[in-house]
């Protein structure tokens, strides 16, 4: 049973910054992907970040949501199937609950998991 686990979410000021953690664990195959969502009140979920494959010590390709481009940083740390993102000069429009995803298996059989999310909330 795979398990995505978020921390580092909180409440910060407008134009400040927070750093989103995630570890996954129990995938039996390469994580082909982790990345980031987010949901806000009334909203459907939404992409803020992946990054897709690489090794150990880099990353094959990242996504951005275009509402942040510039400033949050996907990252991630494939030894340990972790995956970071760095968030700044946040806005109290990225206030959202925001759930950590990794995508297990080999192509073509993949399955997403998802996080318990945790809160970001930018208060201006």
């Known amino acids: 049973q795979v398990q995505v686990v978020e921390s580092g979410g909180g409440l910060v000021q407008a134009g400040g910054s927070l750093r989103l953690s995630c570890a996954a664990s129990?995938?039996?195959?390469?994580?082909?992907?982790m990345g980031w969502y987010r949901q806000a009140p009334g909203n459907q979920r939404e992409l803020v970040a992946e990054?897709?494959?690489?090794?150990?010590?880099?990353?094959?390709?990242?996504d951005y949501a275009d509402s942040v481009k510039g400033r949050f940083t996907i990252s991630r740390d494939n030894a340990k199937d972790t995956a970071y993102l760095q968030m700044n000069n946040l806005k109290p429009e990225d206030t959202a609950v925001y759930y950590c995803?990794?995508?297990?298996?080999?192509?073509?059989?993949?399955?997403?998991?998802w996080g318990q999310g945790t809160q970001v909330t930018v208060s201006s």
């Open positions: 995803t990794a995508v297990c298996g080999n192509y073509p059989l993949l399955t997403r998991y």
């Open positions: 129990g995938c039996r195959f390469k994580l082909n992907t």
């Open positions: 990054a897709t494959g690489g090794s150990s010590t880099y990353t094959r390709s990242t």
